[in-house]
């Protein structure tokens, strides 16, 4: 998830979210499908949220937690042993991201993320982020949609196998409509900040919906992703049994 920083300075309370109070730096209306429909909520995060404070995240409500772990094929996110640790220690529900680059073969980078990510205890998915990367100083290739997929499936291939878990796909609006990374076998989390995720991704299921990037949630500083998980507690709850391992 590429980090942009806002300026907006004013707070929104959000409506308490899965029985926690998270709240919006720039909050946006969605209407009566927006995420306030949705009971289970969770954050994605890395090294710009700097040291978080997990005891007050999970005392918060925050059912569950992405955490960057990998980038490319030699970059590992500075926070990720630390976030890994201690989410799990207060018992959040976690798993861990890959932000992929276009300029490193597939089979290079799953064996980075393996590298570093360990298969010992219980964890959610492992999640590869495809998205475009404008701002990269060494790698903004665009292949086409059909290149983009090939890589996408040796990825998840190949982590899947070492962790019995097949990846979800984290994905963007631009990425998925000129791509069609919708069309490879996963589970899919989408972002979609502006209007809901039938309106942008239409006909795509999905699992996990990230809604805003400048949510406030305790004992994280500054704004930081939060996501729905599309389901009931209860639903959450049978999804876990079948995912985390």
């Known amino acids: 998830m590429l980090r942009i920083l806002s300026l907006c300075v004013w707070l929104a309370p959000l409506p308490a979210l899965a029985g926690g109070p998270f709240g919006d730096y720039d909050p ?22 700097e040291e978080i404070d997990w005891r007050r995240v999970a005392a918060s409500g925050v ?12 970059v590992k996110d500075p926070s ?25 073969q597939p089979e290079v980078q799953a064996r980075w993320f393996i590298r570093n990510v360990p298969r010992r205890g219980r964890s ?24 983009v997929r090939r890589q996408a499936r040796i990825f998840l291939d190949i982590v899947e196998r070492y962790y019995g878990q097949r990846p979800i796909i984290y994905t963007t609006p631009e990425f998925y409509a000129v791509t069609g990374i919708g069309q490879v076998r996963a589970e899919f989390w989408l972002r979609s900040v502006a209007k809901t995720p039938d309106k ?5 299921p999905w699992v996990f919906w990230q809604y805003t990037g400048t949510g406030v949630v305790p004992g994280v ?5 939060i996501n729905a998980f599309r389901g009931t507690r209860g639903a959450w709850r049978r999804w876990l049994r079948r995912h985390e391992k």
């Open 28 to 49: 946006v209306d969605f209407g009566p499908r927006g995420p306030a429909r949705y009971a289970v909520h969770g954050i994605d995060v890395a090294r710009f949220q």
């Open 63 to 74: 059912a569950f937690a992405w955490i960057k772990a990998t980038e490319g094929g030699d």
């Open 80 to 104: 990720f042993d630390r976030n890994w640790q201690l989410a799990a220690r207060h018992g959040i529900p976690r798993g861990a991201y890959h932000f992929y680059y276009f300029c490193t």
């Open 124 to 147: 959610l998915p492992p999640v590869l982020d495809m998205e475009w990367n404008p701002f990269s100083p060494t790698c903004t290739t665009r292949p086409p949609g059909a290149e």
């Open 200 to 204: 942008v991704y239409p006909g795509q």
């Open 221 to 225: 500083a500054g704004g930081v992703d």
